[in-house]
């Protein structure tokens, strides 16, 4: 994620950047091998700004000190490196592909889910990249789809993409929204008080969404996923330098971040849950064959009106301009206190931790006790913003997932606009017409290249790097941790739904069964996982317990 380091840089449309890339002569080390631009090693989870600023890396096994540097950043004189010109030839398929699936959804019950097929594409700029994705079955009749988009390192958003769907179940169970059957199967109960109101269960699912992501915050932030704190004793504080550097890598669980993007499929109701700047958007098809892009959330971020006054509120009495402003002689992206350009996710500790916790922390483990002007954490919350629609059978065909990596080099409306003519060109239409699917003058304008892919998620991603060849290759070519200046990581998920069977004229099957969509070059998956609610049991923070442990051992010394 680029929004902690944005800079004019990061958010040039693909062409600029694809021209940018070449401008450098995208020179790397003469001891890098081509061969790696497809096979990065995973060595480091360092992160670079562009206009040459430098993150300091906050990876398994640095000090929490570390992460507030991330946010402050400073300049760095980089070395030049004896250099080569990478090929122009790159496998651009190889790399799009090499972390792409395609899933069929059709369940083998008589109640079918409205999902009928998930794309999902992932590139990475970061080494490691600091996205996750996930998809999870509720039941025959539920599916959850994740998107999460790290910064800081990707420890925050590793645990969230494996926890977020056993708390929502967690969740649904504890509120009476959901009934077990055999073999952990789940869904929604077809007479209950529960189902007989649309409006409370509306107001159940989104209660238990919302109190899934404070709760996993929670134990986030108070250190539940840390390597559990040793007892006080001398033997533990005989090998205090041990258990410190323990602390320092355990720690990233809690000051990296993650936004997260979830959208609960069930049956024909649709909730999407954001908290952070990745986005959500349906392509729903008019009357007159043409698309229609539908934002199902809304970016979280701090120049959002509602979201800049909510903050205000929030903190009454502080520096309105130091609350939400722009960083003197950077760019001009509005951050809270002036460090984070996004105002809710999971993680990111440092503005969430009470004062007295922070400067709990001994030094030199934290360097900086507090980030400047964080006097009444929290700053930034994990409450998600929830939308519930139902799914019109005849109209609405797809929804694109996407990380602000995608959604800041495409608008809506371009990315519905490549996925409908991904459909038309993939045949997903009866053959002989176009009837169904209108005219689409902007996919003329923009001159998408929309018949490479067998995955309409790779293929969004192809486009939103330049689409043609060259532009493309010239963004890929560029190696961590130079990529950072060029491309975010992107992930993207299009969840295609079934579609009114009625209407013959939308073959919407042919998306899941012509082997033109997968079967002839890449495996098809078939069915999601079950959500496994033994990950949302009870947790220790072991924060606190930490805490102790090296207060004793600051005293013992």
């Known amino acids: 994620m680029l929004k902690l380091s944005l800079s004019a840089a990061a958010t040039r ?80 398929d190889s790399i799009l592909y090499s972390n792409s699936s395609i899933t069929t959804l059709a369940s083998a019950s008589n109640a079918s889910p409205a999902g009928l097929r998930l794309d999902s594409c992932t590139v990475g700029s970061n080494n490691p990249s600091e996205d996750r994705i996930a998809a999870i079955s509720l039941g025959p009749t539920s599916q959850l789809f994740i998107v999460v988009d790290g910064h800081v390192g990707e420890q925050c958003a590793q645990i969230v993409v494996d926890h977020i769907a056993p708390y929502i179940a967690q969740e649904l169970k504890s509120r009476g929204a959901v009934s ?26 989104t209660e238990s969404i919302t109190a899934a992501f404070e709760r996993l915050d929670s134990d986030i932030v108070n250190g539940a996923f840390m390597t559990p704190a040793p007892k006080v004793s001398k033997t533990t504080l005989a090998d205090a330098e041990a258990h410190k550097q323990l602390f320092n890598a355990s720690i990233a669980t809690a000051v990296s971040g993650a936004c997260t993007l979830v959208a609960l499929v069930d ?13 959500a958007i349906l392509g729903s098809r008019n009357e007159d064959g043409s698309f229609e892009a539908i934002d199902l ?44 350009a996004i105002s809710r996710a999971l993680g990111d500790a440092f503005l969430k931790w009470p004062i007295t916790t922070a400067q709990s922390l001994p030094e030199p483990l934290v360097t900086k006790k ?8 929290p700053y930034v919350t994990a409450t998600p913003l929830t939308t519930h629609r139902r799914i019109n059978a005849s109209r609405d065909m797809f929804m694109i997932l996407g990380t602000d990596g995608l959604t800041d080099e495409l608008s809506s409306k371009e990315a519905v606009s490549i996925v409908h003519g991904f459909m038309r060109v993939a045949q997903a239409v009866e053959k002989g017409t176009n009837r169904v699917w209108g005219e689409d003058p902007l996919s003329h304008q923009k001159g998408w290249v929309l018949d490479r892919d067998d995955n309409a998620a790779a293929c969004l991603v192809r486009n939103a790097f330049g689409g043609k060849d060259d532009a493309v290759s010239r963004i890929l070519a560029v190696e961590y941790p130079d990529s950072r200046d060029v491309r975010d990581d992107v992930s993207v998920q299009v969840v295609f739904f079934r579609g009114d069977a009625s209407n013959d004229a939308v073959h919407m099957d042919t998306l899941v069964e012509d082997a033109r969509l997968g079967a002839s070059r890449y495996p098809v998956n078939r069915g999601l996982d079950s959500v496994n609610l033994s990950l949302a049991k009870q947790k220790v923070a072991q924060l606190p317990k930490w805490i102790q442990w090296l207060e004793a051992s600051k005293s013992a010394n």
């Open 370 to 377: 507090t980030i400047p002007h964080c006097v009444t954490p």
């Open 267 to 279: 049956g024909q109701d649709l909730f999407v849950s954001c908290a952070g700047d990745s986005k």
């Open 180 to 205: 077990t059957v055999s073999k952990g199967s789940w869904w929604w109960p077809t007479a209950s008080p529960v189902a007989s109101s649309s409006s409370n269960r509306t107001q159940l699912v």
């Open 13 to 92: 449309s693909a062409a600029t950047r694809a021209s940018a890339a070449a401008s450098r002569s995208v020179q790397v080390s003469a001891t890098r091998a081509a061969s790696s631009i497809s096979k990065p090693a995973v060595t480091s989870s360092s992160n670079t700004g562009s206009s040459g600023r430098w993150f300091v890396p906050v990876a398994a096994a640095v000090a929490a000190g570390a992460a507030y540097k991330y946010y402050q950043q400073t300049d760095i004189v980089v070395p030049t490196e004896s250099a080569t010109e990478i090929a122009s030839e790159v496998d651009i």
């Open 297 to 340: 959330s809304v970016e979280n971020r701090p120049d959002h009106p509602e979201e800049r006054e909510r903050i205000l509120r929030e903190h009454p009495g502080e520096d309105p301009d130091m609350l939400v402003g722009v960083r003197p002689n950077y760019d001009d992206s509005f951050r809270v206190l002036q460090y984070i």
